[in-house]
């Protein structure tokens, strides 16, 4: 079993930055990509970036160019630092580990103001 801990959500008016983190603990040897997705109400859940275990990263469309995702491997943990913050960017972001299964942590809410 893989346990996820996010945290760094928050509110934040539009143009701001947030920094998340998500912690990885319990059957983490081999774990080789982290990342983070999001989901708001009414909207299916979306990649916003994943990160390997050799720094390669990958974002969805929408946050490239303003969010950066970033790992430590001896932390066991990966950060999204998030600026130049929309509305649109408002929902629940999850940290995802595929490792056999895929799991998931509870989410931290971002929520954006105009």
């Known amino acids: 079993q893989v346990q996820l801990v996010e945290s760094g959500g928050g509110v934040v008016q539009a143009g701001g930055s947030l920094r998340l983190s998500c912690v990885a603990s319990?059957?983490?040897?081999?774990?080789?990509?982290m990342g983070w997705f999001r989901q708001a109400p009414g909207k299916q859940r979306e990649l916003v970036a994943t990160?390997?275990?050799?720094?390669?990263?990958n974002y969805g469309d929408s946050v490239k160019g303003r969010f950066t995702v970033s790992r430590d491997n001896a932390k066991n943990t990966v950060y999204l630092q998030m600026n130049s913050l929309k509305p649109e960017d408002t929902a629940v972001y999850l940290c995802?580990?595929?490792?056999?299964?895929?799991?998931w942590g509870r989410g931290t809410q971002v929520t954006v103001s105009s």
């Open positions: 995802n580990v595929p490792l056999g299964q895929s799991y």
């Open positions: 990160i390997t275990s050799g720094g390669i990263t």
């Open positions: 319990g059957r983490i040897s081999g774990i080789f990509v």
